[in-house]
């Protein structure tokens, strides 16, 4: 068995977990080359020739580096398919109307100076959303009695440009009106 190792060939140690290439000869040593890239010497009466060499270069990872080296690389030019949201969906306007986000202190307020503060605030956003043409808003009303979401409805009606309707309920529940101003370029 020793006189068919020779440089090249593909051996095994015996009683240990190392395949790999000779690379050196030394008298009745070999150096071999581990399929992870290390030199190790052993006597050659503990190596043991293994079958054909392309099945070991193509199961070992030190084949896969030698025949990478040997072989073009071919760069896969394909982008990614990330479409690009249209500005519609990018720029949205979350307005909180609860009055705890509006004013500091709200217990000397009645209910009428509250909804008062609140509709007001949904209006001037609602003007500065149309004047800087930010096409959607939520406003965040919360469930309650209603009266507020009814102001609003009332208050967004009067707007022609507007349309509305419950805002996605996974993200805000159940108590958000999500608005949409119909952008008009002549504007």
Known sequence: MNKEINIGTFVEVLDEDFKGKVVK???????????????????????????????????????????????????????????????????????????????????????????????????GQLEFAIKNRIPKLVFIHGMGEGVLKSELEYLLGRYPEISFQDANYRKYGLGATEVYIKQNPNN
């Open 25 to 123: 000869l030394m008298g009745d040593e070999a150096v071999i080359l581990t399929n992870d890239g290390f030199e190790l010497m052993y006597p050659i009466k503990q190596l043991i020739l293994i079958g054909d060499d392309s099945i070991i270069k193509q199961g070992s990872s030190y084949g896969a580096i030698e025949s990478a080296k040997t072989q073009k690389v071919t760069v896969n030019h394909h982008k990614v398919n990330t479409e690009k949201k249209s500005k519609k969906d990018e720029i949205v306007l979350e307005v909180d109307l609860h009055i705890e986000k509006l004013v500091k202190n709200f217990k000397h307020m009645n209910n009428f100076d509250i909804l008062n503060i609140q509709v007001d605030t949904a209006r």
